[in-house]
């Protein structure tokens, strides 16, 4: 849980506040921000977002081995980036098939922050160090909104962080099998 003054933020996202402040503390959990880095940990029962905000992702290829390269590609619905107070990011989860050992995970894409709404974009899916595992891999596309925090200026105090929670909408999933 990100506590920021008296407002408990209980999605940690990619756009979650960023602390700037000494006055603002992180209790628990990852805070990131929406910078191109990628997510740690994602919630796994995140509501899902409307018929409006599905991205349609598909991955390429569909079936591959050990060394394919697969990418996945969605639609934004939303503009990424930061507009006033408010950041937009798409962040991609990789989850390795059922009953694999812990190496078969992948490492997380960087978030996507930026783009024209309605646009198709592609993200490389980062190979896991040894390669692919068998089985089936999801790929989950999540749409994460919070507070921006703009950086604080050299020796200027910090700009006040604006105080709602952040919200982390599911907006797409596919899969893609490797084979032996």
């Known amino acids: 849980m990100l506590t920021v003054g008296v407002c408990a933020v209980t999605s940690i996202s990619p756009v979650a506040a960023q602390n700037r402040s000494a006055s603002r503390t992180v209790t628990t959990g990852v805070a990131r921000t929406a910078s191109a880095q990628p997510l740690t940990t994602q919630p796994s029962g995140a509501p899902t977002g409307t018929e409006t905000q599905q991205t ?30 408010v950041a937009t990011a798409y962040a991609i989860q990789v989850e390795r098939p059922h009953r694999s050992r ?44 919070g507070p921006y925090c703009p950086p604080a200026q050299n020796g200027q105090p910090p700009t006040p962080c604006p105080l709602f929670p952040s919200t982390d909408l599911r907006v ?5 099998t490797v084979t032996a």
């Open 56 to 85: 349609n992702p598909r991955v390429h290829p569909r079936r591959g081995t050990r060394r394919s390269r697969f990418t996945v590609r969605f639609t934004l619905r939303d503009v990424p980036g930061q507009r006033g107070v």
């Open 102 to 145: 812990a190496a078969c995970a992948a490492p997380m894409p960087a978030a996507v922050t930026s783009g024209a709404q309605g646009s198709r974009i592609a993200v490389a899916l980062p190979r896991p160090r040894y390669g692919w595992c068998r089985g089936r891999y999801a790929v989950i596309v999540h749409r994460q909104t």
């Open 172 to 176: 797409g999933k596919t899969a893609f």
